[in-house]
């Protein structure tokens, strides 16, 4: 079973900032993209932020400048670091990973629970 775990969600007034972590656990041979996702309510799920096994990141305009991913290969975890918060940010955050669970096994999604974030004065 393979289980991807956030944290650090909350309520932030808008300037300020959260850090959000993921790790994945369980029978994994391989993890290649980690990603951010975002669902504000009445809207799609959207991209905030992925990151390739090799350090390659990806971000979506509206964060640019203002958040962060990262990830630390050896404990199997992304982070996202967001700054200047706005209320427009206010969503609930889901971690995204493409892993393989054994060395010729095709790649496949695993999505975490999802931490809210809101950002309110």
């Known amino acids: 079973q393979v289980q991807l775990v956030e944290s650090g969600g909350g309520l932030v007034q808008p300037g300020g900032s959260l850090r959000l972590s993921c790790a994945a656990s369980?029978?994994?041979?391989?993890?290649?993209?980690m990603g951010w996702y975002r669902q504000a309510p009445g809207k799609q799920r959207e991209l905030v932020a992925t990151i390739t096994s090799g350090g390659s990141t990806n971000c979506a305009d509206s964060v640019k400048g203002r958040f962060t991913i990262s990830r630390d290969n050896a404990k199997n975890t992304v982070y996202l670091q967001m700054n200047k918060l706005k209320p427009e940010d206010t969503a609930v955050y889901y971690c995204k990973a493409t892993l393989q669970l054994t060395k010729w096994a095709r790649w496949y999604d695993y999505w975490g629970q999802g931490t809210q974030v809101t950002v309110s004065s």
């Open positions: 369980g029978s994994i041979f391989s993890i290649n993209t």
